[in-house]
């Protein structure tokens, strides 16, 4: 029997976009996301709490958490995204504003922690691990998930001389990997801008340069995917989770292995596991009892 896994290629339907914006202050990344279908605004900065920008997400049927409501606290964030991944809710569009706040808050607090032990990146390691997660449970989410960051300076080496050379996201450097569009916003006189950074997508062609509007977007993204009703996922049960527990120990399966599976299924936790992910994992660890051992 031949050990090859691969399978046919499948035509998967496109689902929501989940991109990252970054761009300089007063470019119009804000203003841009809440034109988006009945946003759930996530205000990490405190700066959406004005009165235009929130009868802009009342007029398109959004609600807003900030800063007071834990906005700055990955916990919470994560576990506001668990609850619309998993919850009957109105809600099309997921917008973090600005995930470059959350993300270097966490940061900050685990520097001012660790002290002078700070040493080696220590202080980035829990809000890296704290990413990993969010864009987990960002990929299982059937929403459009738009994050919003700031942006910093590139530096390269240029006839033999240190310079910049354009402009990147201030975030996890490995965020623009895990996402389908990254687009930097710039303002040109009256005109406000996105540029194609990285993109996987058909209608976002690689330096494309298109205004900063919805119904642009919407065109070249398709709007009847951005717009379609969010379908929650169901998590796996307590029952499925106390079996694959019984099937772990009876089978002595190292936690090596088993994190392999978590971090297949994207999931930190055998209760983040979907249940059908949930019955894959029965199902493997049942055949290795009767000596059928695949996935």
Known sequence: MSKLKAKDPQLVQQGKTKAMLYGASGVGKTWFTLTFPTPYYIDTEGGADLRHYQERLKAAGGQYLGVDEGALDFGVVIGQMQALAT???????????????????????EAERLGDKDAFGASKKPAISKMRSLVNWAMKLDMNILFVAHEISEWGIVNGQRQEIGKVADVWDKLIYELDLTLQCVKRGPSRLAI??????????????????????????????????TKPIVLANEKQVAEINRLVELLKISETEIEKVLTKAGADTLTELSGDQAETTIKWL???ITGKDGK
Do not use: C, M, W
């Open 87 to 109: 919850e009957k809710h109105p809600f099309k569009t997921l917008i973090i504003d600005s995930i470059t706040k959350l993300y270097q808050t966490a940061i900050a607090q």
């Open 196 to 229: 194609v950074k990285k993109s996987r997508l058909t209608g976002f062609a690689d330096a494309d340069t298109f205004d900063l509007d919805y119904a642009n977007f919407a065109q070249r993204y398709g709007k009847d995917f951005i717009e379609a009703d």
């Open 286 to 288: 049942n055949n290795k």
